[in-house]
Nanobody, 115 residues
Framework: QVQLVESGGGLVQAGGSLRLSCAAS????????MGWYRQAPGKQRELVAA???????NYADSVKGRFTISRDNAKDTVSLQMNSLKPEDTAVFYC?????????WGQGTQVTVSS
């Protein structure tokens, strides 16, 4: 069983920064990518950023230049540095791990950006 434990959410003023971290544990084989999705009230869950096994990255257009994803392969952790936060970034952020066999999700961490 794979578990993803997130940390780092919270309340921040517009223009501020937060760092999210996610630690994966359990029987993990063949990780293809790790990343972050978010879901705002009344909206669909969307990809924020992902880092692939070849270290290539993908970002949503809305966060390019503001968010940076990184991964520690030795520890199976992924982090998301979020700078210049905007009120529209307010959402529940979910850690995601894709292996060759399955997709796994964290429980989510709330990020609230006040104007």
């Amino acid at each position: 069983q794979v578990q993803l434990v997130e940390s780092g959410g919270g309340l921040v003023q517009a223009g501020g920064s937060l760092r999210l971290s996610c630690a994966a544990s359990g029987n993990i084989f063949g990780i293809k990518s790790m990343g972050w999705y978010r879901q705002a009230p009344g909206k669909q869950r969307e990809l924020v950023a992902a880092i692939n096994s070849d270290s290539s990255t993908n970002y949503a257009d809305s966060v390019k230049g503001r968010f940076t994803i990184s991964r520690d392969n030795a520890k199976d952790t992924v982090s998301l540095q979020m700078n210049s936060l905007k009120p529209e970034d307010t959402a529940v952020f979910y850690c995601h791990l894709r292996s060759y066999y399955n997709d796994y999700w964290g429980q989510g961490t709330q990020v609230t950006v006040s104007s």
